[in-house]
């Protein structure tokens, strides 16, 4: 499956920005879909992920109550809605599939190109 991110940008602490991540090669509601990220000099964290039918969705603690995951299967496309940004969130997102399991902690079989998101203070 090929994975194409976007919307990123540059943003003011506070402010809100939705992230989007178009699927295509495979049938998408077969994938458990995850939004990583990688701020710089640091290793890349997991972010928040959902289930095929997007019943369940999991989320970091440090993005928790601000960050919500929801994906269109009709689009192939899952999205991140970020709300509340803060200047640590500044990062590389990057969205990924994964065809097994529901475990945040394994290892996602496809990665898209990633985004920028630049929270500014």
């Known amino acids: 499956v090929q994975l194409q991110a976007s919307g990123g940008g540059l943003v003011q602490a506070g402010g809100s920005l939705r992230l989007s991540c178009a699927a295509s090669g495979r049938t998408f509601s077969n994938y458990f879909m995850g939004w990583f990220r990688q701020a710089p000099g640091k290793e890349r964290e997991f972010v928040a992920a959902?289930?095929?039918?997007?019943?369940?969705?999991f989320y970091a603690d440090s993005v928790k109550g601000r960050f919500t995951i929801s994906r269109d299967n009709a689009k192939n496309t899952v999205y991140l809605q970020m709300n509340s940004l803060k200047p640590e969130d500044t990062a590389v997102y990057y969205c990924?599939?994964?065809?097994?399991?529901?475990?945040?902690?394994?290892?996602?079989?496809?990665w898209g190109q990633g985004t920028l998101v630049t929270v500014s203070s």
């Open positions: 990924a599939a994964r065809r097994l399991g529901t475990d945040v902690d394994v290892p996602f079989d496809w």
């Open positions: 959902i289930t095929r039918g997007g019943s369940s969705t």
